[in-house]
């Protein structure tokens, strides 16, 4: 009789640990998103910002001069709203990602409600909302509504009349930063800035994780197939040639004191400056 009550009890206590682990894992990966979606929608943003008064012709030269992808130039070209955010979270997050981990919905189950995108101010406030759909249906607990807010302020770097990427005002101090750092470099030869490209086996694919946890999904750029692939550590994306053109480290420059907002100094510029 004793063992009749202990051993569903165990049962319900080990999938609840399992379930309570997968929304864990989830909420890590989709801040790690979110954050990443964050940073591209600050520049794309004031890219497009920066350009509106100009005229098509400036707007050709200034967009022609960025080393950013197809995708990237198209956003750049548009009034940033929540359409392209969502987007651009979704690429991050992997399409097929909400499917693989129970989000309720599917990606329709992104909720962006309440967000903010440079809405008469020049900061973006992002608020996600989603639903984690229990598959053990403990004691009726069908699911779990998770809430993630995210607010920053757009890459305000130059006069948005002004801008062109290879001209800065004098004594204005800048420093380095690429496309997914979380740091920023005083040194454009420090040693982090290096890409580091891994191989690995089209077959460990499925085994292999990022610093964040997550899955790699296939390169949408990648045309096909190979035994060998190549992936970086903080990306989500394997790649079937190491030429391909999001593997090409985009290393930016901008003002200090926009990039302290959000980043730290890289641990080894911070020791080389003393």
Same mark, same amino acid.
């Given at each position: 009789m004793e063992a009749a009550l202990v051993i569903p009890l165990f049962v319900y206590a080990t999938v609840a640990v399992i379930f309570m682990l997968h929304v864990l894992m989830v909420r890590t990966q989709v801040n790690n998103a979110l954050y990443n979606t964050v940073r591209k929608i600050n520049?794309? @943003?004031? #890219?497009?910002?920066?350009?509106?008064?100009?005229?098509?012709?400036?707007?050709?030269?200034?967009?022609?001069? !960025?080393?950013?992808s197809e995708d990237d130039a198209g956003i750049c070209r548009k009034v940033i709203t929540n359409v392209e955010l969502v987007t651009v979270f979704i690429d991050e997050i992997g399409g097929s990602y909400a499917k693989d981990n129970y989000i309720t919905g599917g990606n329709a189950g992104w909720v962006f409600a309440g967000t903010k995108v !440079?809405?008469?101010?020049?900061?973006?406030?992002?608020?996600?909302?989603?639903?984690?759909y229990n598959p053990f249906n403990i004691f009726g607990k069908q699911g779990i509504y998770i809430q993630e807010h995210c607010l920053t302020d757009a890459w305000l770097g130059e006069d948005r009349n002004t801008y062109v990427p290879s001209e800065y005002n004098k004594g204005d101090m800048y420093v380095y930063v690429t496309e997914n750092g979380q740091v920023f470099h005083t040194d454009?030869?420090?040693?982090?800035?290096?890409?580091? #490209?891994?191989? @690995?086996? #089209?077959?460990?694919?499925?085994?292999?994780?990022?610093? @964040?946890?997550?899955?790699?999904?296939?390169?949408?750029?990648?045309?096909?197939?190979?035994?060998?692939?190549?992936?970086?550590?903080y990306g989500r994306r394997y790649h079937t040639t190491s030429t391909c053109e999001v593997l090409q480290r985009n290393v930016t420059s901008i003002k200090r004191e926009i990039a302290e907002k959000t980043m730290r100094c890289c641990i080894k510029c911070a020791e080389n400056n003393g």
């Open positions: 520049r794309y @943003a004031y #890219i497009s910002e920066s350009v509106q008064e100009l005229s098509d012709e400036d707007k050709n030269d200034i967009f022609n001069s !960025l080393k950013k !440079l809405d008469n101010s020049s900061t973006i406030e992002v608020k996600l909302t989603y639903r984690i454009i030869d420090c040693t982090y800035l290096l890409h580091q #490209i891994r191989t @690995a086996s #089209i077959n460990d694919v499925s085994q292999l994780r990022n610093d @964040a946890g997550a899955k790699y999904y296939k390169c949408s750029k990648c045309d096909g197939n190979s035994d060998t692939i190549y992936y970086t550590p």
